[in-house]
């Protein structure tokens, strides 16, 4: 049986012994990342593609005056009433959903109560989007029980909103861009700028993308996310003094950044330089991938790695050893930390063949370093948010 049969299943059966109703289903994938980390707040590129780990949801109206929402992987309950919506103290996972019914409210839709059970295989704190993942798949599950008709590009927007205002991560578009637009066997290239954003076809015969987790995740990586943002405005703020017509890091090019050196902080010209150069990077790996010019794919991911690890400064020990292990083999194209940072997975291209040799040596050497295992993906890109049956 497939894990999507399984947890599809399990989410309903449990909902219809707790409820006594019908359940309509929902999977949510996560998110792999190409290229382009911490960009989409600065209006950049990115080019994320959605998973086949997924959340899934199983949700009805509530007929009672009360919601329900059961994670189950969790085995943790979460009670309110929809006209009451406030940001649960203790069950942190609850804000993703209480956030996306507050977001959805304010934008004038009328909801009722609702229960909701679910279940998933995205794992948590991996950089994969898990938070995304809840949120998309909550706000689909609700327009398509109440009827809103609300199109998927508010459906993203509302549920990036989401976690600014309930979970306080002031995240950017990308995740729930990708949750929502996700596409079969394609990335997308997003320009966060415009919302302009192209399916690109991922060819999968010479290499396969493989996910190493560190199943490391710090509890500084929220409030450093935030950091990066605030460095990130305030490159802007002092270079707009020279650049009037700036709006974002987007506009701003390598010699205009040189040559105001003088007039930003040691960290915050660094924290501005990896950003445009990353920029450049996306840009550059989709030529390259359209060329399949493999050897500057490798070489695009490891200057991203050094970019995050030495100027953006958000990778950690476990992940910067991942990340040299596997781009010193002749069988790797070239690795690089995903996601927020500090902690998650590795993205690795790996030649098609060698990843289950690849898989092996790098666990021995991870353990032997670090006395804990990682886990590994082997990707399948998956279409976005959708409605299942079983
Ligand atoms: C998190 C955020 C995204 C993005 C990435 C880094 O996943 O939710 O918006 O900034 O980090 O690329």
């Given at each position: 049986?497939?894990?999507e049969?399984e ?9 219809i ?6 359940p309509?289903?929902i999977?949510a994938?996560g ?8 960009t ?17 949801i199983?949700i ?10 059961i994670?189950?992987?969790l ?11 406030v ?10 959903i209480?956030?996306?019914l ?5 934008a004038?839709h ?8 679910f ?7 991996s ?14 599950g609700?327009?398509?029980i109440?009827?809103l ?9 509302m ?15 990308m ?10 066997s394609?990335?997308m290239l ?26 490391v ?7 450093e ?5 605030l ?20 506009d ?19 924290r501005?330089?990896?950003?445009i ?14 060329k399949?010019?493999?050897e ?9 790695h050094?970019?995050m690890?030495?100027?953006?400064e ?9 990340a ?11 690795a ?14 790996v ?6 040799q ?31 049956n079983?």
């Amino acid at each position: 049986m497939s894990t999507e049969h399984e947890l599809a299943s399990h989410v309903k059966k449990v909902f219809i012994e707790q409820f006594g109703q019908n359940p309509i289903l929902i999977k949510a994938p996560g998110r792999i990342n190409i290229i382009g980390e911490h960009t989409d707040y600065n209006n950049g590129f990115v080019l994320p593609a959605a998973t086949n780990q997924a959340i899934y949801i199983a949700i009805a109206k509530a007929e009672n005056s009360h919601s329900t929402l059961i994670s189950l992987d969790l085995n943790q309950t979460h009670i309110f009433d929809i006209n009451e919506l406030v940001i649960s103290k203790n069950k942190l996972w609850a804000n993703y959903i209480l956030g996306v019914l507050a977001e959805v409210k304010n934008a004038g839709h009328k909801l009722h109560n609702i229960h909701m059970v679910f279940s998933g295989d995205v794992p948590r704190g991996s950089g994969m989007s898990s938070s995304a993942a809840l949120e998309c798949g909550t706000c689909f599950g609700i327009n398509e029980i109440f009827d809103l008709k609300i199109n998927k590009l508010d459906m993203v927007k509302m549920s990036q909103m989401a976690e600014h205002n309930f979970v306080g991560v002031m995240c950017g578009i990308m995740d729930q861009f990708a949750s929502t637009m996700g596409k079969q066997s394609h990335a997308m290239l997003l320009d966060c700028k415009t919302l302009d954003y192209n399916y690109f076809p991922i060819s999968m015969e010479d290499y396969m993308i493989v996910l190493c987790n560190s199943n490391v995740s710090h509890s500084l990586a929220d409030s450093e996310y935030n950091t990066r943002r605030l460095q990130c405005e305030d490159g802007v703020k002092k270079l707009k003094r020279f650049y009037p017509e700036i709006k974002s890091l987007r506009d701003v090019s390598l010699d205009q950044l040189k040559d105001k050196k003088s007039a930003l902080s040691e960290v915050v010209f660094k924290r501005c330089k990896y950003i445009i150069e990353e920029n450049v990077r996306v840009l550059a790996m989709t030529r390259a991938m359209e060329k399949a010019d493999f050897e500057m794919i490798g070489n695009l991911l490891k200057s991203a790695h050094y970019g995050m690890q030495y100027e953006y400064e958000i990778t950690c020990p476990e992940i910067d050893f991942m990340a040299a292990f596997a781009n010193d083999r002749t069988d790797v194209l070239g690795a690089r930390m995903m996601g927020g940072g500090f902690g998650g997975c590795t993205i690795n291209f790996v030649k098609r063949g060698a990843e289950d040799q690849f898989i092996k040596e790098m666990n021995e050497a991870y353990k032997a370093q670090f006395s804990k295992e990682t886990t590994p993906i082997k990707v399948i890109i998956s279409d976005g948010v959708r409605r299942i049956n079983v």
